[in-house]
C-alpha cells in the first residue's frame, strides 16, 4: 500500500513509537494524520509539526474511540489506515492486583477491539482498509517477567490473527508490530533486563520498518529476528 494521499489515524501518538510512525507517515506524504493520545498537549504538538490533527482521547473507553473515529471522517475523510498503537505496561505474575490486569487488558486487548468495532465496518463499505496493531514480542513469548503485560499482548496478536483471516476477503489488511525492546518511556530503566538480549531499538528503526511493511503488505511486523532464536532455547 503506496502511504501517499492517504487518511491515517495513529494511537498513543504524542510519544515514543507512535510519535516516530506520526513522523514516518507524513515523510511518505499521507494526506491527514491523526494524532490521538490522552496526553492532549503531547498530541498537539506532534500534530503542529506535521500539520496533523490532535485528538485527547483516552483508548480504554470505547465511546471515546467511536466518537473520534467518526470526528476524524466527518472532519478529515475516510480513514485508510488505522494504528491502534497506544499501550501500558504493568509487572508482576498472576499475583499482581486486578486494577492492572483490568487496565492493560482495557488498554492492550479492548483498545484494539473497540477500534476494529467501530473502523472495520466503515471500511468494508467502501471496499477496504489497512490496521496495524501494536502487540509486542512478549505476544509470542511471554519473557519478560510480567503476566499482564504479556497475556494482553498474545491476545493481541490473538485479534489481529482474527481480524487478518476474518476480513480478508473483506479488504482488510492488517499488521501486528511485535518489537523487542524499544528506547521509549516504556522501557526507562529495562537496559540491564530484556534489551540486553538483543539491545534497544530505537523508535524511528521501528517506524521505518512498518512503513515497509504496510508498503509490502506483510501480516506480521517482527523487527527483531533475535526473538525467534530467543524463543528456540
Ligand atoms: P510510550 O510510553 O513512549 O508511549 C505510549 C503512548 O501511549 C503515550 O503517548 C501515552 O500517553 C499513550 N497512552 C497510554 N495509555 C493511553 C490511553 N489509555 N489512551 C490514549 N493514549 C494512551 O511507549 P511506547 O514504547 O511508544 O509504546 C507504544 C506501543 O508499543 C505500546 O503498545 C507498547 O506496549 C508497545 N511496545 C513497546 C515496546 C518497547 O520496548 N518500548 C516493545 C514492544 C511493544
Given at each position: 500500500m503506496d502511504l501517499a494521499d492517504k487518511i491515517i489515524v495513529v494511537t498513543g501518538a504524542a510519544h515514543g513509537i507512535g510519535r516516530a510512525l506520526v513522523y514516518?507517515?507524513?515523510?511518505?506524504?499521507?494526506?491527514?494524520i491523526a494524532c490521538v493520545d490522552r496526553d492532549g498537549d503531547?498530541?498537539?504538538?506532534?500534530?503542529?509539526?506535521?500539520?496533523g490533527l490532535a485528538f485527547t482521547v483516552d483508548v480504554s473507553s470505547e465511546d471515546e474511540i467511536a466518537a473520534m473515529i467518526a470526528e476524524v471522517e466527518d472532519t478529515l475523510g475516510p480513514i485508510d489506515l488505522f494504528c491502534s498503537n497506544a499501550g501500558v505496561f504493568a509487572g508482576?505474575?498472576?499475583?499482581?492486583?486486578?486494577?492492572?490486569?483490568?487496565?492493560?487488558?482495557?488498554?492492550?486487548?479492548?483498545?484494539?477491539?473497540?477500534?476494529a468495532r467501530h473502523v472495520v465496518p466503515r471500511m468494508i463499505a467502501r471496499g477496504g482498509g489497512y490496521l496495524l496493531n501494536t502487540a509486542s514480542?512478549?505476544?509470542?513469548?511471554?519473557?519478560i517477567g510480567s503476566a499482564p503485560y504479556g497475556v494482553t499482548k498474545h491476545a493481541a496478536v490473538g485479534l489481529a490473527e482474527w481480524l487478518a483471516m476474518t476480513h480478508g476477503d473483506d479488504g482488510i489488511k492488517v499488521s501486528v508490530l511485535c518489537p523487542q525492546a524499544v528506547r521509549t518511556a516504556m522501557t526507562d530503566g529495562f537496559e540491564d533486563g530484556v534489551?540486553?538480549?538483543?539491545?534497544?531499538?530505537?523508535?524511528?528503526?521501528?517506524a521505518a520498518a512498518c512503513v515497509e511493511a504496510i508498503r509490502a503488505e506483510t501480516f506480521l511486523v517482527l523487527?527483531?529476528?533475535?526473538?525467534?532464536?530467543?524463543?528456540r532455547h
Open positions: 514516518a507517515f507524513a515523510a511518505q506524504g499521507a494526506k491527514a503531547g498530541a498537539k504538538a506532534v500534530a503542529r509539526e506535521i500539520n508482576g505474575g498472576a499475583e499482581a492486583a486486578d486494577e492492572d490486569w483490568q487496565r492493560l487488558w482495557d488498554i492492550n486487548v479492548m483498545a484494539h477491539v473497540w477500534a514480542a512478549a505476544g509470542l513469548l511471554n519473557q534489551a540486553s538480549i538483543d539491545g534497544m531499538l530505537e523508535p524511528e528503526e521501528i523487527p527483531h529476528p533475535g526473538v525467534l532464536d530467543y524463543m
